[in-house]
């Protein structure tokens, strides 16, 4: 008789492994929804920064460069918690991020509260209209919008007027649904006699799961969905009726609240991130116009002829116009729309200070378009500093730093806070007066500005002793600032001073040795090497510097906010002497607020090659 082979063993360590792989499938995603701080959003620069400072009024105040906006950067998370840090962070690099050691709050000084300036009306806003009284936001309405702001800065406006109405009212009943049938089942699980209690609600919430799923809007639901809303009625209805524990029942339901607060956090976040990516990313065509006309630079060596009548550039009794800019058509369209409203041209320089990287785009742009009669000279600021400024160590071109300010009043503390960007001199605008040494006067203008009407009476406006003559601040005063200015002597009143368009004596610049006073300031208010704390020292040194030698201009001639502020009123645009787009939605941006891009797309250049085959869209 044959014998037969024993049966082989069967061997285990296969279905141990994809035991272990299943297991850890289950644990990778609930780990990624609880990572609500993931490292990328936390950078070594970002374009916002708050500081909180005690005042007449509660400020955050956070900054960023237009340097970034050049840049493939982006992405900012800004807590309340790092509200006290006095931290500067452009971007999206993945470096972690420096706190400067808060400073002691001090009281608020009991002084009279400065009047805030009268914010425009909505547009479309119309005296003879009888409307009806605004709803009044409640507590905790206002309390989510000021966190909000705090945390993702102008994405909550953003993302408020762009919200998208969505048909879900029977997506989320069924999330309702599967949130108190979860909130259940642990307890219901545990009762004897209630197995098939137990077995229809966990058949209930895998469909619903399942539904949910695939289903966003309503009108992704299945046909038969009523029928499993009526099951699932049916199945809470009888774990209600079952005698539990209604603590367990309440634990479990706040869990899951916990979890869809933390998961739909962290999409917000997600949402803040790509929407910085977007405000602070030069565009596609953009970087394709630049790269276009600086090869067709090089490849058309004779539009670069000296021997062609230009300006002279140094003639101190024309016209001088500065602009900071490393965006072409940016820095155009103040060109453009300054010389449009300007009734005489014939005396007019521009001097466009740029980068090395920017330097032959700039200057091959403004050889190829003409201005009437005025003259447009490029310079390159960083080789300009280096070869004939090199006591300076300021060899990089800053942009204007912007400072992003929230105000609430303690006297009213139900009014809604307002959100304001304060812009001022970057670094780079102090050596203005040793670039220029042949002139007297000169007016600066911000890359981010249009003008509307002619500029002219500014060049007879006597600033007596003073040395800059700009739009007053008042939301922001000195005194609010005592923990940033430290032990400087300055006038608590004072009012904050905005950039954009500024008329500045340079005669007046030089008597009074402001640069000097820069320097000096700069040592001391930076507190080491790093770029972050070099522009975070923007502001308290611009306001130190200046310190009583602003001449007050009227705040008529430049209506700031048209980057982020969505109320202002369309007569109040038009009738403006001056647009300055100042906040993080720039009219060259897609992301621009569209009602105030077509002012600056007036001024866009019309039937340019490069800008058609780059797919730069006027």
Not at 126 to 147: G, I, N, T
Not at 245 to 264: F, G, P, Y
Not at 291 to 317: G, I, Q
Not at 361 to 373: G, T, V
Request: hydrophobic content about 35%.
């Amino acid at each position: 008789m044959k014998a037969t082979a024993p049966p082989a063993k069967r061997r285990r360590g296969p279905r141990l492994a994809v035991l272990a792989l299943v297991f850890c499938s289950l644990l990778v995603p609930i780990a990624f929804l609880f990572n609500r701080f993931p490292a990328v959003y936390v950078t070594d620069e970002r374009p916002e920064q708050e500081v909180k400072l005690p005042s007449f009024d509660r400020i955050g105040v956070e900054t960023h460069s237009r340097v970034d906006r050049e840049k493939q950067q982006g992405g900012s998370d800004v807590t309340p918690e790092k509200q006290d840090a006095f931290e500067k962070i452009p971007s999206i690099d993945t470096v972690p991020s420096r706190v400067i050691n808060k400073p002691e709050v001090l009281p608020p000084p009991k002084i009279e509260k400065p009047k805030p300036l009268p914010i425009p009306e909505p547009v479309g806003h119309k005296k003879d209209v009888k409307k009806r009284p605004p709803r009044v936001p409640s507590a905790d309405e206002l309390e989510k919008a000021k966190a909000c702001q705090l945390e993702f800065g102008s994405y909550c406006l953003w993302s408020i007027k762009h919200k998208e109405v969505m048909k879900d009212a029977i997506v989320k009943r069924l999330k309702d649904q599967l949130f108190v049938a979860r909130s259940y089942y642990p307890s219901i699980a545990k009762l004897k006699g209630k197995e098939a209690l137990t077995r229809e609600l966990k058949q209930n919430i895998q469909e619903h799961e399942r539904v949910l799923s695939e289903s966003i809007v309503d009108a992704d639901l299945p046909s038969f969905i009523k029928r499993k809303i009526e099951k699932m009625d049916q199945a809470i209805a009888r774990a209600k009726s079952c005698t539990v524990d209604c603590n367990n029942v309440d634990k479990k339901l706040r869990q899951i609240l916990h979890i869809t607060d933390d998961e739909a956090h962290f999409h917000m976040k997600q949402s803040a991130y790509l929407y910085n990516l977007g405000v602070h990313t030069m565009p596609k065509s953009h970087h394709c116009l630049n790269m276009r006309l600086t090869v067709e630079y090089f490849k058309s060596a004779t539009l670069d002829s000296d021997d062609s009548p230009v300006h002279n550039f140094n003639v101190p009794d024309h016209r001088h116009y500065v602009i900071l800019s490393k965006n072409v058509l940016a820095a155009s369209v103040v060109i453009n729309s300054s010389v449009s409203s300007s009734e005489e041209t014939r005396n007019v320089v521009f001097h466009v200070l740029t980068d090395a990287q920017n330097f032959y785009a700039m200057k091959h742009w403004f050889l190829r378009n003409a201005y009437r009669e005025s003259a447009v000279h490029v310079i390159n600021y960083e080789h300009l500093i280096l070869e004939n400024l090199p006591e300076f160590s300021m060899q990089q071109l800053y942009m204007p730093e912007e400072f992003r300010v929230f105000i609430s009043s303690f006297e009213r503390p139900t009014e809604k806070s307002r959100m304001e960007y304060l812009s001022v001199f970057s670094h780079s605008h102090f050596f203005i007066p040793e670039i220029f040494k042949d002139l007297k006067k000169v007016i600066v203008l911000d890359d981010d500005v249009i003008v509307q009407r002619d500029l002219s009476f500014l060049w007879n406006l006597d600033m007596g002793d003073k040395v800059n003559a700009a739009v007053r601040f008042c939301g922001l005063r000195m005194g609010q600032l005592r923990n940033l200015l430290g032990e400087a002597t300055y006038d608590p009143q004072s009012c904050a001073w905005m950039s954009g368009l500024n008329v500045i004596n340079l005669e007046k610049w030089r008597e009074y040795n402001v640069t000097e006073n820069y320097l000096q300031l700069l040592d001391k208010f930076r507190s080491n090497d790093d770029e972050a704390s070099l522009r975070a020292a923007a502001l308290p040194i611009s306001l130190l510097s200046f310190q009583n030698l602003i001449y007050p201009l009227n705040e008529r001639l430049t209506l700031s906010g048209l980057g982020y502020h969505y109320g202002i009123e369309e007569e109040i645009i038009r009738t403006s002497t001056s647009l300055h787009y100042n906040g993080n939605m720039k009219p060259w941006l897609e992301l621009g607020i569209p009602n105030y891009r077509k002012y600056w797309k007036r001024f866009l250049a019309r039937d340019e090659r490069f800008m058609d085959e780059c797919n730069v869209s006027p």
